[in-house]
């Protein structure tokens, strides 16, 4: 094989390509470095071992993840942030399948880049939630539970985990009906002026 410059971003992007294109388990050092016309060994200076590979995977697709629930939310506010957030989330799971199945295969904990990419996740959530009228503790949890529907609605849909003949953008919809009647929910009633 002829000798090549690499970087990680070449590691990293061509196993991401890998992962969308044939799923996350075809992804192995040796296909990589196939790929990229390389002897395994090299991979190395650029990623530990396949293990630090996933790793770079899940981080790439929260930082893809992140950026687009921001750019979904700009300008909207309530249920209609909730809603594109939604939708920018399930249509980032179908346009990377492979990477973002790396989400759920390295532990988070006591990794903090990566703890810190889950919450920069969590934050753009909770600041698309401004205009509904919680309080800060509410917004985390709020925020919060916004990911686990719709990482839980991805990745079953990403997995063929729906097998029944309904439609998926109704599902979807009803999740999202759901997820807005409940945080309205937990907003403070308006108190009404009392008659003297």
């Known amino acids: 094989m002829s000798r090549r410059t690499l970087d990680s971003k070449q590691v990293i992007d061509q196993a991401a390509t890998l992962a969308d294109q044939e799923g996350l388990d075809s992804v192995t050092l040796t296909r990589v470095a196939a790929q990229l016309g390389v002897r395994q060994p090299a991979l190395y200076r650029h990623v530990d ?8 995977l899940g981080l790439r697709a929260r930082e893809i993840l992140a950026h687009r629930l921001t750019d979904a939310a700009v300008g909207l506010a309530g249920d ?25 295969r390295y532990p988070c904990a006591n990794d903090p ?6 919450e920069r996740v969590v934050q753009v959530l909770s600041q698309a939630l401004a205009a509904y009228r919680l309080n800060a503790d509410e917004r985390v949890h709020t925020a919060r539970s916004l990911r686990s529907a719709f990482h839980g609605f991805s990745h079953l849909e990403s997995g063929d985990g729906h097998p029944h003949p309904q439609d998926l953008d109704d599902s979807f919809d009803h999740l999202l009906d759901l997820l807005c009647a409940g945080i309205s929910r937990l907003e403070p009633a308006t108190q009404q002026p009392v008659s003297v």
């Open 80 to 104: 209609d942030a909730v809603r594109a957030m939604g939708a920018a989330w399930r249509q980032m799971v179908k346009d990377h399948p492979g990477l973002y199945a790396a989400t759920d």
């Open 113 to 118: 880049e990566l703890e810190e990419a889950v």
């Open 49 to 56: 071992g396949f293990d630090g590979l996933l790793r770079a």
